[in-house]
């Protein structure tokens, strides 16, 4: 199965001054990340504009965002910048629906508590349960629910490979996008310059299908990565540079959109590659 990754610029909000606009955005953003299960998102630094603030605020409102419902309180309190946060529509992803009922062998997020000296983490539920893993106190983990004998409950640290379904995706600031990812992960820079990708389809299913995962650079609002970037920098590190929206009728794609219409036609050719 190709693990999908995705990289945004830290002036994706360069076109938005009011905090209400650049939540809304980010919004999008983190819908269309869980609709097509991106396991990772860079914040990579535009080498042109690079914001402080908005990098924060990027990479606060997608965490914010992608944590459960009930863990929020206890991992972000009250913050100025998530002021908007509840205008948001959920994300639905599994690691969210989740009651206050526990169930034997069930996956949840958790934060780990310390109480005289033995480790606890909150699931959720309306008791904490006993913690058996390494993570400290305050830490956010993934635990796997269990029952003992005596019906008491458990819960053991897992990593998030070890489920089997989509659980979220982690964000990730990175100085340098070329430096993101293994040598084994397929780049692919998206450009209205970039080849049709009609052009490349039939090579595009068959790459991604031999491939672990996939790398898709994203350029900011105002500029792309021709802009951003030297040419000879993007044909040197990216398998792919390709135009996902083929005889655009408006003047400039904006990111968030480019994001979803370029994830939909990439979960496509996943599909494809899967039934050859």
Same mark, same amino acid.
């Given at each position: 199965?190709?693990?999908?990754?995705?990289?945004?610029?830290?002036?994706?909000?360069?076109?938005?001054?009011?905090?209400?606009?650049?939540?809304?955005?980010?919004?999008?953003?983190?819908?269309?990340?869980?609709?097509?299960?991106?396991?990772?998102?860079?914040?990579?630094?535009?080498?042109?504009?690079?914001?402080?603030?908005?990098?924060?605020?990027?990479?606060?409102?997608?965490?914010? &965002?992608?944590?459960?419902?009930?863990?929020?309180?206890?991992?972000?309190? &009250?913050?100025?910048?998530?002021?908007?946060?509840?205008?948001?529509?959920?994300?639905?992803?599994?690691?969210?629906?989740? =009651?206050?009922?526990?169930?034997?062998?069930?996956?949840?997020?958790?934060?780990?508590?310390?109480?005289?000296? $033995?480790?606890?983490?909150?699931?959720?539920?309306?008791?904490? #349960?006993?913690?058996?893993?390494?993570?400290? /106190?305050?830490?956010?983990?993934?635990?796997?629910?269990?029952?003992?004998?005596?019906?008491?409950?458990? /819960?053991? $640290? *897992?990593? @998030?490979?070890?489920?089997?379904?989509?659980?979220?995706?982690?964000? +990730?600031?990175?100085?340098? %996008?070329?430096?993101?990812?293994? *040598?084994?992960?397929?780049?692919?820079?998206?450009?209205?310059?970039?080849?049709?990708?009609? +052009?490349?389809?039939?090579?595009? #299913?068959?790459?991604?299908?031999?491939?672990?995962?996939?790398?898709?650079?994203?350029?900011?609002?105002? @500029?792309?990565?021709?802009?951003?970037?030297?040419?000879?920098?993007?044909?040197?590190?990216?398998?792919? %540079? &390709?135009?996902? #929206?083929?005889?655009?009728?408006?003047? =400039?794609? @904006?990111?968030?959109?480019?994001?979803? %219409?370029? &994830?939909?036609?990439?979960?496509?050719?996943?599909?494809?590659? *899967?039934? @050859?």
């Amino acid at each position: 199965m190709t693990i999908l990754h995705v990289a945004l610029p830290t002036s994706l909000l360069m076109e938005d001054t009011d905090l209400r606009d650049k939540t809304i955005k980010l919004g999008h953003v983190a819908r269309a990340l869980a609709i097509f299960k991106v396991e990772r998102v860079y914040i990579y630094r535009d080498p042109k504009q690079d914001r402080e603030s908005d990098r924060r605020l990027i990479r606060e409102m997608l965490e914010y &965002l992608e944590t459960p419902q009930y863990l929020r309180k206890k991992l972000f309190g &009250l913050r100025p910048s998530l002021k908007y946060a509840g205008l948001l529509p959920p994300l639905k992803i599994p690691s969210h629906m989740k =009651t206050s009922t526990l169930v034997p062998d069930e996956y949840r997020e958790g934060v780990v508590e310390e109480k005289a000296g $033995q480790k606890f983490v909150f699931v959720g539920s309306d008791f904490l #349960v006993p913690f058996y893993g390494t993570a400290s /106190a305050g830490s956010r983990v993934t635990v796997q629910i269990e029952q003992t004998d005596n019906l008491s409950w458990l /819960a053991r $640290q *897992k990593q @998030r490979d070890d489920i089997h379904e989509y659980w979220g995706y982690k964000v +990730v600031y990175i100085d340098d %996008i070329f430096s993101a990812p293994s *040598k084994d992960c397929l780049m692919v820079a998206t450009s209205r310059l970039g080849t049709p990708i009609s +052009v490349v389809w039939s090579q595009l #299913v068959d790459t991604l299908s031999n491939n672990k995962s996939v790398l898709i650079i994203f350029g900011s609002p105002k @500029r792309g990565l021709f802009d951003m970037f030297k040419e000879n920098e993007l044909r040197r590190h990216c398998h792919f %540079i &390709l135009n996902t #929206v083929e005889g655009q009728g408006v003047g =400039t794609i @904006r990111t968030e959109e480019s994001l979803c %219409i370029t &994830l939909s036609l990439f979960s496509l050719a996943l599909s494809l590659g *899967k039934s @050859r």
